[in-house]
């Protein structure tokens, strides 16, 4: 049999072109060569398959320019007719996770490609298109590489070569809410009693019918009389007085920080700076307001607009933080502005 | 973040470049930004253009804020 021909898609960082600073790099396509995590992934295929090309594209410029890196590099794949596209793995970097999902899911729907990627299972690109790829586990960080290119190998050659696939808990992906048929050893009454037993053990035990989740909160009615309303800002963007005096971690941040807005018309590079490392800092230590709009809400506030700006704002860094940290952090913020008069809020994301 | 402050009971707008997550987040009131690492800034513009491009980034989002919304929405152009 021919060998399985493969196209890999990575970001600049794995690629060694460079760090955020390079994140706005457009997509490259580099042909027979194998660049990064490539090279992991070449061995593991053995004789089995090769990487006929590499394409390599900046998270930022991705995101920001999908309808064009999509129909860009969805060209260069169709040229060279792979037998599989393989994205990432993106671990818990929250653009390149939304890269892999969205590249993958277009080779297999535009181009009926088989496509994989790997991430994270709080990668919000995990969520965006684990029903409609396979995406298989991993951990949250780039230290978890080799678990991530064993598991992504041996299902990326089963996947190329037609054999069954069989369910996610079997196979390693995240569930895709299709539904295989097949029978059980244990009848249905018995594995619910073993079920039971284990739960009251307080031992592990996994359900066959979990409940979806569906975590939505109904929007609170509009603001009737802005010109009365007190606003607060809120950002996951970084931004922090000068010196980052909380120390907030420049990812999978550990708190969040509170800080006075008082008197100040205008963030300037002298006295708030971004804390936060998942986007070039260049801009936003020149000029956080660029982020944080205090300047203009001073201005909205001078002239009326508003009635006040609130005289506290809050901050963390949104890189690669744990859902459950956020979540905690959101409802101390929320009881704070609440407790303080607030009306409502602008949240800033980066 | 942006659920947990709408759960306090907070109206939210959510300004980001990168509406998808947003949406898969949850957020209800969504406002498209200019570009990840300066979501309300351009650095290209001279700083009085870069002004009137935030001030008009921000009314946006306080007319998001005073608009009733029935689920999600992204308040385009």
């Known amino acids: ?350 | 973040m942006v659920k947990e402050l709408e759960r306090a009971g907070l109206p939210v707008v959510h300004v980001c470049t990168v509406t998808p997550i947003s949406l898969t987040v949850g957020a209800n009131r969504i406002v498209p930004a200019i570009a990840i690492p300066h979501p309300l800034g351009n650095p290209a513009l001279d700083k009085e253009e870069e002004k009137a491009l935030r001030r008009r980034l921000v009314l946006k989002a306080l007319k998001a804020l005073e608009t009733e919304v029935d689920g999600q929405k992204v308040f385009e152009d």
């Open chain 1, 1 to 350: 049999m021919a060998k399985i021909k493969i196209v890999h898609y990575i970001n600049q960082f794995f690629a060694g072109i460079g760090g955020e600073e390079k994140a706005d790099i457009p997509a490259e396509l580099h042909k027979g060569e194998i660049i990064g995590p490539g090279a992991a992934f070449a061995a593991g295929f053995g004789d089995e398959a090769e990487i006929v090309g590499t394409i390599v594209c900046g998270d930022s410029y991705f995101n920001e320019n999908i309808d064009k890196a999509k129909a860009e590099i969805l060209g260069w794949v169709k040229d060279m007719a792979p037998d599989l596209f393989i994205a990432g793995p993106a671990f818990n970097a929250g653009r390149y996770g939304v890269a892999c999902g969205t590249i993958a899911a277009a080779v297999s729907e535009d181009l009926g490609i088989k496509a994989i990627t790997g991430m994270y299972v709080e990668n919000p690109g995990a969520d965006m298109y684990k029903d409609k790829v396979y995406i298989l586990e991993t951990k949250d960080s780039a230290a978890g590489m080799r678990d991530a290119v064993k598991k992504m190998t041996a299902f990326a050659l089963k996947y190329a070569k037609g054999e069954k696939i069989g369910a996610s808990s079997q196979e390693g992906y995240m569930n895709n809410g299709v539904r295989v048929n097949f029978f059980e050893e244990k009848r249905g009454s018995a594995r619910a009693v073993d079920m039971l037993i284990a739960k009251l053990n307080d031992k592990p035990f996994t359900t066959e019918f979990p409940m979806p989740d569906f975590d939505r909160v109904e929007p609170n009615p509009a603001v009737k009389d802005m010109a009365h309303a007190t606003i607060a800002l809120v950002t996951s963007g970084g931004i922090v007085v000068k010196g980052n005096p909380d120390h907030i971690e420049s990812s999978s941040a550990s708190k969040y920080g509170e800080y006075s807005l008082e008197g100040v018309t205008d963030l300037d590079e002298n006295t708030f700076e971004t804390a936060h490392g998942g986007y070039d800092p260049v801009y936003a230590n020149l000029d956080a307001d660029r982020v944080l709009p205090v300047d203009v809400l001073r201005d909205l506030e001078k002239e009326g607009v508003i009635g006040k700006l609130h005289e506290k704002f809050y901050a963390t860094v949104g890189n690669g933080t744990a859902v459950a940290s956020a979540k905690k952090y959101g409802a101390e913020i929320g009881s704070k502005l609440k407790a303080d008069g607030v009306d409502a809020v602008i949240l800033t994301s980066t």
